[in-house]
């Protein structure tokens, strides 16, 4: 494995993600911008952040595994939500869980999270670009 995940003491341990990712592949993985959206390019969750979140995460895989990689490889998310509210961390908490559980996965990487005013579509409600190291 490429990544390893640590929580340091004297940092909060947070639900969502780790704190710190020690990377040790030669392969740097950036994946463009990912929002909720299908192969055929429509706008999956249209109001529903849990929805295009999820949507999100599962684009990542998919991007991940066309070169070789996975989630185990990520090594830092950024995400960007229109309007962000610290109430909505529990949609955003659904749709992360929701994806784990599809892809049989723990979603845990370093996350920064964003508030923006906007992204390139008026139905979207999130963005998420992630920086993955992989081996060879």
């Known amino acids: 494995m490429t990544i390893a995940l640590v929580n340091p003491e004297g940092l909060p341990k947070v639900d ?23 192969a055929d390019g429509n706008t999956v969750g249209v109001g529903d952040l849990a ?7 599962l684009n990542i895989a998919t991007a991940l595994a066309e070169v070789g990689g996975s989630f185990d490889d990520v090594a830092k998310l950024t995400v960007y939500a ?9 949609l955003m908490g659904e749709g992360v869980a929701r994806a784990a559980a599809k892809l049989g996965v ?11 005013s906007a992204l390139a579509g008026p139905d979207l409600l999130v963005e998420v670009e992630a920086t993955a190291v992989l081996d060879g």
């Open 106 to 116: 723990t979603l845990a990487a370093p996350l920064t999270g964003l508030g923006v």
């Open 51 to 57: 929805t295009q979140i999820e949507q999100c995460y």
């Open 82 to 90: 229109v309007d962000w509210t610290p109430d909505k961390m529990a």
């Open 16 to 38: 969502l993600y780790s704190q710190v990712a020690v990377a040790t592949g030669s392969r740097l993985v950036f994946l463009a911008g990912q929002v909720a959206v299908d």
